[in-house]
């Protein structure tokens, strides 16, 4: 009998907030605001307080702050003019920049036996194949990855990207 009348009354409560929500969404027409923006424009409004600018001046500190002594700097005028002795300018010397052959990479291969892969490329239109840290006339392969291989040119080094089919 006690679970029928709680029951009965949950009921009613929820139809009463049910109810009560709605009204509030639906049921009244919203025209106070049209008002309120009206009476608002109107008022003119001027604030209580005065806002005054914060001045004040910058002075120049003649001092080091990183030494002890508080001594002022102070310009030295001397009487002997200084005598500037003119070098002749030093004539940049060129450096002789290597021609590096034409290189194309193409890969590489790890094997299960061998610690270094061994690389497929192309050297001025002659194919090799190589491990690393071998040189092929004057170009030293330094290491090879997936995408691109570093090359070593009379003490010049270079990245050389794959060529992809």
């Given at each position: 009998m006690k679970?029928?009348?709680l029951?009965?009354v949950l009921?009613?409560?929820?139809?009463?907030?049910w109810?009560?929500?709605?009204y509030?969404?639906?049921?009244?027409p919203?025209?106070?605001?049209?008002n309120?923006?009206?009476?608002?424009?109107s008022?003119s409004y001027?604030p209580?307080?005065?806002?005054?600018?914060?001045t004040?001046?910058?002075e120049i500190?003649?001092k080091?702050p990183?030494?002890t002594?508080?001594?002022?700097?102070?310009k030295v005028?001397?009487t002997?003019?200084?005598?500037v002795s003119k070098k002749p300018?030093?004539?940049?010397i060129k450096k002789?920049t290597a021609?590096?052959?034409?290189?194309?990479?193409?890969g590489?291969v790890?094997?299960?036996q061998?610690a270094?892969?061994?690389?497929?490329?192309?050297?001025?239109?002659?194919l090799y194949?190589?491990?690393e840290?071998?040189?092929v006339?004057d170009?030293?392969?330094i290491?090879?990855y997936?995408?691109s291989?570093?090359?070593?040119?009379?003490n010049?080094?270079?990245?050389?990207?794959?060529i992809h089919?």
């Amino acid at each position: 009998m006690k679970k029928k009348y709680l029951n009965s009354v949950l009921i009613v409560f929820l139809i009463v907030i049910w109810g009560a929500v709605l009204y509030k969404y639906f049921g009244k027409p919203n025209t106070s605001k049209k008002n309120i923006k009206n009476e608002m424009s109107s008022i003119s409004y001027q604030p209580k307080y005065m806002v005054t600018k914060d001045t004040f001046l910058l002075e120049i500190i003649n001092k080091t702050p990183f030494k002890t002594s508080k001594n002022l700097r102070k310009k030295v005028i001397t009487t002997k003019p200084k005598v500037v002795s003119k070098k002749p300018p030093v004539k940049p010397i060129k450096k002789t920049t290597a021609v590096w052959p034409d290189i194309s990479y193409h890969g590489f291969v790890k094997g299960n036996q061998k610690a270094t892969r061994l690389i497929l490329l192309k050297i001025n239109k002659k194919l090799y194949r190589k491990r690393e840290n071998e040189a092929v006339d004057d170009l030293t392969l330094i290491k090879a990855y997936n995408d691109s291989l570093i090359v070593s040119f009379n003490n010049i080094k270079k990245t050389i990207t794959k060529i992809h089919d």
